[in-house]
């Protein structure tokens, strides 16, 4: 009978071998997009999904319905877009265990994390002074919780953004197949 430290350990060290695995599967991904100047046009499109959401929420009902719902699920469908692109281009920083990153790429993931909470502490900040002018409107509980949820998805890709933007271009010497010589073009 195995003891639960031994079962936790080993549990753990599964969850480093499988994300291991899948981080080597998706460092062969969209080699060619691996540069700065794609990086940074996918932020841009991460943002401008972000803005589309945040003009849903200004707009929510004082328009039309379907105007809210088009602009809504169509600035996150450009958000989703954008972000799963950007977690597969920034590589293991964005979504690795910490235990599998170098230091150089776990002093990168500190940094922006810090980042990402300064701003969604800002962005709180902000939702709630929005609350506070819209207070005496109609509907502003309804207007104000799809601000706070629009500021919570710019926040939660705040740091997605900072590592799409500023990570200088991958070493192509890094995607090189083991053993071939060959670079991969998956």
Known sequence: MTSLRERFSSSWAKQLEIQERKESERARKLLRWRTRR????????????????????????????????????????????GFVLLRVLTGRMSTAFSALLDERERAWRHRINYIGYQAMFFLVAIAFGYLMVIADTAGAAYRGAMMLAALTVLGA??????????????DPEDFIEPGTGEESDV
């Open 38 to 81: 794609h990086r940074r046009r996918i932020t841009l499109l991460l943002l401008l999904g972000n803005l589309i959401i945040i003009g849903a929420a200004l707009i929510v009902q004082q328009r039309s319905w379907w105007l809210f719902a088009v602009l809504w699920f169509g600035g996150l469908l450009v958000w989703t877009a």
């Open 157 to 170: 890709s705040t740091p997605t953004f900072v590592l799409g933007w500023s990570l200088p271009d991958d």
